[in-house]
């Protein structure tokens, strides 16, 4: 994890903390949902408190949208092909316990990455934000796209440890340790709460 030396200074009024893939379907697939929820949670409600901004991104598909991808596509043509994820259906929608609230950034994507298919880099802009804080599922999915992405945008990427989760621990284990903290800052929502605390 990042040294508390290292610690990037941040204003909480350029800062979002984007949950992403936080809903029904998925969230089963990963060690201790519950746990991780309530631990999302707590960050969710300390960058509240500090004037920061939620997002929200969730994975779910419209008609149009199965009858888009390629069977090029690896990660979705399956997907598609199983119709699988429609937009309306319970287990894509964000966790109650996590809801959105008036205000708070909301898109729904149907990729991986958090922005390669929704308009939240604009949302950003609009709001003056320059730090992401990314929590979510799974750290070798959408997290992982998200950090890339956001990192060659130029935003200071901080990754929650204990925000993200992902079905297999090694790769989890890897990319927290060895991969994402040559692109982002790698904290723990304790942490997280000191940071917003000292801006």
């Known amino acids: 994890m990042t040294s508390p030396a290292a610690l990037p200074v941040i204003d909480p009024a350029r800062t979002a903390l984007l949950a992403m893939d936080l809903q029904g379907g998925i969230l089963p697939l ?10 999302v949670k707590g960050a969710i409600a300390d960058v509240r408190a500090a004037g920061g901004a939620i997002g929200y991104v969730r994975v779910a598909f419209t008609e149009d949208d199965w009858a888009a991808i390629p069977e090029t596509n690896k990660s979705f043509s399956p997907l598609a092909a199983a119709k699988r994820n429609h937009h309306e259906d319970p287990d894509t929608q964000v966790d109650a316990r996590i809801a959105p609230e008036d205000g708070d950034i909301v898109v729904r994507k149907v990729r991986i990455g958090a922005a390669s298919t929704t308009d939240l880099y604009e949302r950003l802009r609009e709001r003056g934000i320059d730090t992401l804080v990314l929590s979510g599922i799974s750290t070798s999915g959408v997290v992982l796209s998200t950090l890339t992405d956001a990192a060659d945008r130029d935003y200071r990427v901080i990754v929650l440890s204990d925000g993200v989760a992902d079905r297999d621990q090694e790769v989890h284990r890897v990319l927290l340790e060895k991969v994402f903290p ?18």
């Open 30 to 39: 990963v060690p201790d949902p519950d746990a991780l929820v309530e631990r």
């Open 182 to 199: 040559m692109r982002s800052y790698v904290i723990d929502t304790a942490e997280l709460r000191e940071l917003l605390g000292a801006a």
